[in-house]
């Protein structure tokens, strides 16, 4: 895990060795990398696509996993933090799903090590989804006449409906969620054209500066898939210079996990894939612009004042790292002909 | 406009002569009507189609057209009453999208002349979708890039984004959304396989039962595109045959709109197409299954006493009124790199 004294090290280092190496620079793989097992079937994606879009998992039957992770955009909602059953807020702004499936762990806390697991946590959350159990969701799917089937495709003939091949169809789909052919992935695989001279130049800035000590790797979110992930401490805006500029409430992020001292306010190294669709930006969306985000992780993290010019340079090159987004078709839901469920009002 | 006498008289007809004459059976145009100002073209529906599933048109940045009339289901939410941004519920039913096209008015109390006119109204409900004006409306929508170049697409190089071109735009997308290939129609147009011998029944006692006296035409919603549409009386259970079974709030209906004493308690003749994906049932859902439903209409409008095996067969051959449903992409949309918007929390 970097902690920050390290990584300010590591970043002098680069100062000193002027640009990053080649190295530093990885496309993002044409496929997500796949647990043993749950590897990614068309079956499974196909029913993980309907179970993702489909409001029924949610005690009013109003919110979808796609409410939140809108695959139609920047896979999340671009609201500060995230809208559950009757309106209900909570203190996190919703991940994007695209490329979440290169994620080392899920949530800002990074409590969840698998896009399974993951999926298991909003259904059941009472001011997400607010299903009261897994039972209740497994049950209700059950009275749905497709679905049934739609298991066994997924996962065999003897498969019955549960959480663990819910949440398994769920992950198989978002694996397919993943954006490798941006124009920073053809810069680097040998299309120079691929990027403008300005991309360039904030892809320059970008390393010398220091982003890519902590936003490194094909989905800049750290190594991949390697332990528990790569985490940062937030300072909370606790700089003078950023004093009473945005409304953050304190939020201990993994220590809420681990109950480990040294996880106080550390939170996970988010993908900066599609960075620029997900407005606004950090745990709890307090910066609103792309601009102003880069501003302000140069001045806390790395005690620099960008000028202008770089930080527009840097901006830049973080829309190259934006899509595009594979085709999909607009599904129909498995219906209850003649009948619905008591949702709640 | 039919009144309840004229067609228990007209019912009465009909079961003198027997069965329905074949005219009354008429297969779904496979094109809706398209208003002389607003054709449906390709550009147009593309961009109604964005504008449906944008939940940027509402103050939160959840609620889209999509949220309540869900494309990927029946056409709506399945819920007995909508709920909107906050979690705020309304006191009627939402109606489903697929082939509103074909309704003479929009709305349960047919309130609306057309789909262009029933597309600002929600948008701009304070339980609904919570924009303050259609100005702030079309302002958020001027300020996403791709929005400006997709209306001039759709309504020539001097267009401008408006409320009239947004509701002319998803207007358009709507009268895309219609089912003319249903096994009824198959077999009306003389597929004769295409309807279950249990399905031909209950056609026959649909006629003959007298149902077919509202839901006639095309769209089983009285005449199609003409005049103010067909309203009929809803007794709201006031008959001790109901007495106490369901949770029935008062609601004036018609008469909300025109406050004639006549059109107390009208509301309009939905349409059947696809009925069968609409539980619950009526303008405020207060009945949860197809089968009661078909139970229920035929005492309060009918005063008949329906067998089990007349109810079976009806609602057979309402099923054979659902989709096929036109196959949709998913579509991308238009972003807003590096912002968003100050979304009502």
């Known amino acids: 895990?970097?902690?920050?004294?390290?990584?300010?090290?590591?970043?002098?280092?680069?100062?000193?060795?002027?640009?990053a190496s080649a190295a530093q620079w990885q496309a993002l793989p044409e496929r997500a990398p796949e647990p043993a097992d749950n590897p990614t079937t068309p079956a499974k994606v196909k029913l993980g696509k309907l179970l993702?879009?489909?409001?029924?998992?949610?005690?009013?039957?109003?919110?979808?996993?796609?409410?939140?992770?809108?695959?139609?955009?920047?896979?999340?909602?671009?609201r500060p933090v995230a809208a559950g059953v009757h309106g209900q807020t909570g203190g996190r702004s919703a991940p994007t799903v695209w490329n979440a499936a290169f994620n080392?762990?899920?949530?800002?806390?990074?409590?969840?090590?698998?896009?399974?697991?993951?999926?298991?946590?909003?259904?059941?959350?009472?001011?997400?989804?607010?299903?009261?159990?897994?039972?209740?969701?497994?049950?209700?799917?059950?009275?749905i006449p497709e679905y049934p089937r739609l298991f066994k495709e997924a996962f065999g003939p003897d498969?019955?409906?549960?959480?663990d091949n819910a949440v398994k169809a769920i992950a198989a789909y978002e694996r397919t969620l993943i954006t490798p052919n941006s124009p920073y992935d053809r810069y680097v695989k040998g299309d120079k054209s691929a990027l403008t001279e300005q991309q360039v130049r904030g892809m320059k800035t970008f390393a010398e500066v220091g982003c890519i000590g902590c936003h490194s790797g094909p989905a800049f979110n750290g190594q991949m898939g390697q332990g528990t992930g790569v985490f940062q401490k937030f300072p909370m805006f606790d700089n003078p210079y950023f004093e009473g500029k945005y409304d953050f409430k304190d939020d201990l992020g993994r220590y809420e996990v681990t109950k480990n001292e040294a996880d106080k306010h550390l939170f996970k190294v988010p993908t900066l894939r599609n960075i620029a669709l997900t407005a606004p930006y950090f745990h709890n969306g307090a910066v609103k612009t792309l601009d102003e985000a880069v501003r302000v992780m140069a001045k806390l993290q790395l005690n620099k004042d960008l000028s202008d010019q770089q930080v527009e340079d840097i901006?830049?090159?973080?829309?190259?790292?934006?899509?595009?987004?594979?085709k999909q078709d607009l599904p129909r839901l498995p219906a209850t002909p003649g009948r619905t469920f008591d949702f709640v009002k």
């Not at 299903?131 to 209700?140: C, E, F, L, Q, Y």
């Open 104 to 143: 080392a762990t899920q949530f800002w806390d990074g409590r969840a090590a698998s896009l399974e697991d993951q999926a298991r946590g909003p259904v059941t959350n009472p001011i997400e989804m607010g299903m009261k159990s897994w039972d209740d969701v497994v049950a209700r799917l059950k009275q």
């Open 1 to 19: 895990m970097f902690k920050r004294k390290s990584i300010v090290a590591a970043l002098a280092l680069a100062g000193a060795t002027g640009l």
């Open 159 to 163: 498969a019955e409906i549960s959480e």
């Open 52 to 78: 993702y879009l489909d409001p029924r998992l949610s005690s009013t039957g109003t919110v979808s996993c796609n409410s939140c992770h809108n695959v139609m955009a920047g896979g999340e909602d671009n």
């Open 315 to 326: 901006v830049a090159f973080l829309n190259a790292l934006t899509g595009p987004f594979p």
